[in-house]
């Protein structure tokens, strides 16, 4: 490929809380190159400083170099506004290489911008599948990876999907789990937070919870019967509730944020920056979440994550990690398993070492014919 400029100028799509703790080792990484000079752009999509702020701040990123602030709406209204805005900074600065990242709105948006101006556009954390096309996550996926150039994968799952669906193997690398980088990263940081001190929590005395999933939140009764099972768990084990503002909406809207301020053994927070997050889930007993990327986090840490979701695109976390599917109706006696010592612990993945940046960055270098 014949190169527009040296050095290649690279853009990195960040848009929502979990895109942070992917572009970050890759920033730095490409920093520190000479043959390219990474940009970030920020779309929007999250915007709250405890979603978005707090993290550059957490994981040493600079002041995004573009910052689209597109914010939130309807899918259609996000992806076409972040579609709108990007394409004006990519005609104004036709960047070498784009890498979007995930699978929100704004992966999707961007990778649309960047192939059809004839832009190699990576995709980070390809070829993960949850078979659920009722998830807006699982469209974007099947956007993103349908028409992206390059599709960086973090497990052989997510290889085996893309192959089955007829991607040419030349397109795909296997560059391990990048969330594990930025953990690695922070993890003096992360070890020396008072965080759980402040909050009150006793060392594996206490269980972390984070819901943000649709299914889960935007269903009155879903949610009810939700907050009915933590209040069964809350008798056996405190909670820590880190609230995201999709759910802390909902909770306000169908009357049930009352009942769970009223309940002593259950603590609601704001979203916590990575730092302190970490922290506090490093020490607890188990986790309670319908997150990504925390059901990874917790595998590469072995502790014991119970999710409540039908179905994971992260299937590893279930077969080799500490992960488990869980309903509703379970989760008190899952609790109930944790406490009694009988939770599997787990192995780390292949490649969830902390080196997926270093191997994304000579990933790129070699795609972009760089001796
Ligand atoms: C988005 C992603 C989801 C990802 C999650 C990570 C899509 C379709 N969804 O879901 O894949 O797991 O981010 O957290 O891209 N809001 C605020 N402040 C903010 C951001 C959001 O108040 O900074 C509120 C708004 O009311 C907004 C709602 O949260 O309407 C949902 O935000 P949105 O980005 O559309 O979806 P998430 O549920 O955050
Ligand atoms: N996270 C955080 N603070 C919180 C909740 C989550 O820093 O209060 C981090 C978590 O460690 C993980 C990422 O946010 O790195 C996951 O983001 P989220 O659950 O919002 O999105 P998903 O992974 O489900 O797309």
Redesign the pocket.
């Known amino acids: 490929m014949t190169q527009a400029r040296s050095p290649i100028l690279v853009h990195l799509i960040a ?5 942070f703790m992917k572009i970050a080792p890759l920033y730095h990484a490409l920093a520190r190159e000479t043959w390219c000079e990474a940009k970030i752009v920020h779309t929007g ?4 400083p ?3 702020d707090a993290f550059f701040r957490d994981l040493k990123l600079p002041t995004p170099h573009h910052h689209l602030e597109v ?3 309807s ?1 259609a209204a ?1 992806t076409g506004g972040v579609m709108m805005a990007y394409e004006k900074v990519v005609e104004r600065e036709r960047p070498d290489w784009i890498v979007v990242v ?6 999707a948006a961007c990778a649309m911008v960047g192939t059809k101006a004839w832009i190699p556009v990576v995709h980070l954390e390809a070829g993960l599948r949850s078979g659920d096309r009722r ?3 699982e469209i ?1 996926r099947l956007v993103t990876d349908a028409i992206c150039d390059v599709l960086w994968t973090p497990s052989p799952d997510a290889d085996a999907h893309l192959i089955a669906e007829g991607v040419d193997p030349a397109r795909i690398d296997f560059v391990g789990n990048i969330m594990i980088d930025s953990y690695e990263m922070l993890r003096p940081a992360i070890e020396a937070s008072d965080a759980r001190k402040r909050l009150e929590l006793k060392p594996q005395g206490y269980a972390v919870v984070t819901l ?3 299914s889960n ?1 935007d269903d009155a009764a879903a949610l009810g019967e939700l907050v009915a099972q933590l209040e069964a768990v809350s008798a056996k084990l405190p909670l820590l509730f880190a609230v ?6 909902r909770l306000e809207e169908f009357g049930l944020a009352a009942r769970l301020t009223a309940n002593e053994r259950i603590r609601l927070t704001e979203p916590l920056g990575y730092i302190e997050f970490m922290s506090v889930v490093s020490s607890a007993c188990a986790v309670i979440t319908d ?3 925390v059901q990874e986090e917790t595998t590469y840490l072995s502790i014991p994550c119970l999710t409540l979701r039908e179905n994971t695109e992260r299937p590893i976390t279930v077969t080799e990690g500490s992960n488990r599917l869980v309903k509703p109706a379970e989760l008190s006696a899952m609790v109930g398993q944790v406490l009694g010592g009988e939770w599997p612990k787990g192995r780390r993945p292949a490649l969830w070492d902390g080196k997926a940046a270093e191997r994304c960055s000579a990933a790129l270098r070699r795609r972009a014919g760089i001796a």
């Open positions: 848009a929502a809380r979990p895109n999509q999250h915007y709250d405890n979603m978005s914010g939130s709406g899918h996000q995930g699978d929100v709105n704004s992966t998830m807006p996550e974007n943000h999933r649709p939140v995201h503002p999709r759910t802390k909406k997150s990504g990327g």
